[in-house]
C-alpha cells in the first residue's frame, strides 16, 4: 500500500484549515490555535512501483506552483498534534472513486486495487491531546461514517 498525502505550500491557500480554525475557536470555544493546515491523504492499494506513484502524484494529484507532496510520511512538521479523518470502510469513498478514475486516465488502463482517502489536520499551537480529541469528536468528524485518529 502507498500513502500519498497532498497539501498546499503556503497557509494563505489552505482555506480548509482556516475555515476549521474559526470554527474550533467559535463554536467550540478553544483557543490557543495559531494555525490549521491540511491535507488529502490517498491510501492507493494497488501494483504499482514507488516510481510510478511519484510520477502520478507529480502529474495527476498536485499543481506544483501552489501544492506539495510526500510519499514518505507528514507533508507538514512541527505540529504540536494532528487529526486525520477517515472514512468507515463500509462507507462509499467518492474523493478515491474519483482519484482511481484518475489514475487510471494517467496510465491508459484500467486499475488493479483500490483507493481510500483521509483528510489531516494539523493543530499548530498550543493545543493539547485531549482538546485534539475533543476537535475532532465535536468538530472534524462524523462518527456516523467517519472514524478518526488523534496523533503527535
Not at 489514475?103 to 486495487?113: A, C, H, S, T, V
Amino acid at each position: 500500500m502507498h500513502k500519498l498525502e497532498v497539501a498546499f505550500k503556503e497557509k494563505k491557500d489552505d482555506s480548509t484549515g482556516f475555515a476549521a480554525k474559526n470554527d474550533i475557536e467559535e463554536d467550540l470555544g478553544i483557543g490557543g490555535l495559531d494555525s490549521i493546515f491540511t491535507s488529502e491523504i490517498y491510501y492507493i492499494d494497488a501494483e504499482l512501483a514507488a516510481q510510478k506513484i511519484l510520477e502520478i502524484a507529480e502529474n495527476v494529484f498536485i499543481d506544483p506552483l501552489i501544492q506539495k507532496f510526500s510519499l514518505k510520511g507528514n507533508v507538514h512538521s512541527g505540529a504540536k498534534n494532528f487529526v486525520e479523518v477517515k472514512l468507515h470502510p463500509d462507507v462509499t469513498d467518492n474523493l478515491g472513486i474519483v482519484a482511481k478514475e484518475a489514475i487510471e486516465d494517467y496510465l491508459g488502463k484500467p486499475l488493479e486495487g483500490n483507493i481510500r482517502t483521509s483528510r489531516k489536520y494539523y493543530l499548530y499551537g498550543d493545543i493539547d491531546a485531549k482538546a485534539a480529541k475533543r476537535i475532532a469528536k465535536e468538530l472534524l468528524a462524523n462518527e456516523a461514517i467517519e472514524t478518526f485518529e488523534v496523533g503527535k
